[in-house]
């Protein structure tokens, strides 16, 4: 049976859109109440900014046999076991007859604090997969097959992010060339690709969108490895292979 990518391009034009118009109206409602955050912190606090890529991927899972799962996506059943530490709040937890088959982290990042944004994330990417995969392995989860773990990561297309970065020195040792003089979303796309390379998640992905694109949708993605068709093809077989294994 063919994977079903649930026009995943049209949707990701409309999640990118329903991103940047979250974040105006919540600042706009935080003005007019008198209340604003400070910064860019005023358009982060409504808490839906990421909704659209959530229903593009419960689409994928929905569509490609798996519909009948427990697909959770309400705060209080995204926890799941840790290694590390007790738990950690995931933002989507798909469960079927008491097996995890995925688990999946939805990101963004605006400007203009790229740098130390990028580090703090990069922290928890690793951090938050590791921890998963150690108790995967010391049977948290029971004895089942690896579930999918994705990552998905949307950027601020805009010049701070695209500019070469030159913070690369290391008094010590020498910093991978692969790092010099690149800029924040080059920065995204090898983290991505490593991510996986280094098999701490099944696919990451990032992309990057301008403000502008609140009226149009339009994203850029950096590579194909990292590319939003790579996330949700490799979400789709996912499910898929799972579907027929548990069917």
């Not at 990701?12 to 109440?33: C, L, N, P, T």
Request: aromatic letters at 10%; glycine letters at 6%; one cysteine or more.
């Amino acid at each position: 049976m063919a994977l079903d990518l649930v026009n995943y391009e049209q949707k990701a034009r409309d999640a990118v859109k329903a991103f940047w118009g979250h974040r105006e109206a919540a600042r706009q409602k935080q003005i007019q109440s008198g209340k604003a955050d400070q910064g860019e912190r005023a358009g982060v606090t409504g808490g839906k900014n990421m909704d659209g890529f959530l229903a593009l991927v419960l689409d994928i899972i929905k569509s490609n046999g798996l519909a009948h799962a427990e697909i959770h996506q309400n705060k209080a059943m995204l926890t799941l076991p840790g290694y590390f530490r007790p738990t950690k709040c995931w933002d989507l937890v798909v469960v079927y007859e008491r097996q995890l088959i995925a688990a999946i982290e939805l990101k963004s990042q605006v400007g203009p604090s790229f740098g130390n944004n990028f580090n703090n994330r990069t922290e928890e990417a690793i951090g938050t997969a590791h921890d998963l995969w150690t108790a995967f392995r010391k049977e948290a989860f029971g004895k089942q097959p690896r579930p999918f773990v994705g990552w998905l990561m949307m950027v601020e297309d805009a010049p701070e992010s695209r500019r070469p970065v030159r913070d690369d020195s290391s008094p010590h040792f020498h910093v991978f060339k692969e790092f010099k003089e690149t800029s924040y979303l080059q920065r995204y796309d090898l983290l991505c690709q490593r991510l996986v390379q280094e098999q701490l998640y099944t696919t990451a992905a990032v992309i990057a969108a301008p403000r502008s694109a609140v009226n149009t949708g339009d994203f850029t993605e950096l590579s194909s490895m990292t590319s939003l068709k790579t996330f949700v093809t490799a979400l789709a077989g996912h499910i898929a292979a799972e579907a027929a294994r548990l069917g």
